[in-house]
């Protein structure tokens, strides 16, 4: 585990700079901050049309100090699979040299993954492209004006469902990992650490590896800018967001999701949802909903850690 004192260290080189123009409080700087300072300067990263596309845009507060490319909405997993090949045959030509040690990085929305992007993401996933695919997730087509995604969750008003959304969110973690790919991890802005080893661990295998990451956003969620941090703390600590990595087929809770596998533990879900506006018109149906959820999720991983314990 990093120590404090490495992060530290680390937290002083900015690549991914101050001075940009996303809201206050915004979920995925954070994300995308945190990841890069795990990654380093060695990173190409593909992003399809988004916030993060459009924030880093606008000269003269373009933030990313590192090689950076717009892709159209679909084709992100792709060109980063592309971009991967390159380097992979400018190593050969060049031994030695920057290369080989390039990560092929993809940062794509919710609405760019669970959506529009996935089956270039499936592809590159069976294919086992060496890239890292990273969702930020902030539940909507935010860029746009709020509209639901696939990610959105049940109850969630957005410009397209103005009475809530019925349908639960995708679960693209579990789609991915039913790929058998290396490696598939899930993070949450306000977990620093774990984000950041994640990353560090993910940056070092070969292959196709995904990370969903939870980035809350103040201003398509209804809540007041300096809670975000706040947010995906609750969204952990009712047992919503699980955070795990799925490392070669073999399943991990991770540290701040462990003590949440005890039901009495966790938070009412109720705390989460009734700071946010886009959810003051669940009703007492849709809560029942919701609860029942997310006791179903916890199922799952109750079952997940069954087998590994079988199967030692
Ligand atoms: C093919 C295509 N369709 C629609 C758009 C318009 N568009 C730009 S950003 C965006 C929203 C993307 O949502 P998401 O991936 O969740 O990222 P966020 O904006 O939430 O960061 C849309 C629909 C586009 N640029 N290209
Ligand atoms: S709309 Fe949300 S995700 Fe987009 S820049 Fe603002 S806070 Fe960030
Ligand atoms: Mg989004």
């Known amino acids: 585990m990093v120590s404090l004192k490495e992060l530290q260290e680390t937290s002083r080189e900015e690549l991914f700079l101050a001075g940009n123009s996303t809201c206050a409080g915004c979920g995925l700087e954070l994300a ?7 990654l380093g300067p060695k990173t190409a ?4 049309a988004s916030c993060l596309n459009v924030v880093v845009g606008l000269w003269p507060k373009t933030a990313p100090n590192f090689p950076f490319i717009n892709m159209a909405f679909a084709a992100s997993a792709a060109a980063a699979s592309g971009l991967s090949a390159a380097f992979k045959a400018k190593e ?9 040690k390039m990560t092929s990085l993809v940062f794509a929305g919710d609405g760019g993954t669970t959506d529009i992007g996935i089956q270039g993401l499936s ?4 294919r086992n492209s060496n890239i890292l695919y990273v969702c930020y997730d902030n539940e909507a087509y935010m860029n746009t004006g709020i509209q639901r995604s696939s990610s959105t969750p049940h109850g ?10 019925q349908r639960f969110k995708k679960d693209l973690p579990a789609i991915v990992v039913a790929h058998n790919v290396p490696y598939v991890a899930t993070c949450c802005i306000s977990y620093p650490i774990d984000l ?3 990353f560090k661990k993910a940056k070092d295998i070969q292959g196709f590896r995904y990370i969903h990451i939870l980035a809350p956003c103040p201003p398509g969620w209804g809540f007041a800018s300096e809670d975000t941090v706040k947010m995906g703390k609750l969204a952990v600590e009712t047992g919503f967001w699980i955070l795990y990595e799925v490392e070669n087929g073999e399943f991990k809770l991770s540290k701040p999701s462990k003590k949440y596998l005890d039901p009495s533990k966790r938070r009412p879900i109720q705390e989460y949802l009734e700071i946010q506006k886009r959810f003051n018109t669940l009703s007492e149906v849709g809560l029942v909903k ?6 179903n999720a916890w199922k ?8 590994k314990e079988k199967s030692k």
């Open 300 to 307: 799952y991983i109750e079952l997940e850690l069954e087998l």
């Open 45 to 48: 990263l593909v992003a399809p």
């Open 123 to 126: 592809g590159a996933a069976e």
């Open 156 to 165: 969630a008003r957005t410009t397209t469902t103005p009475f809530g959304k």
């Open 32 to 38: 995308l901050r945190w990841a890069m300072k795990a």
């Open 290 to 295: 919701w609860q029942e959820n997310i006791k």
């Open 92 to 100: 050969c030509k060049f031994p030695g040299k920057v290369w080989g």
């Open 196 to 198: 950041y080893e994640k």
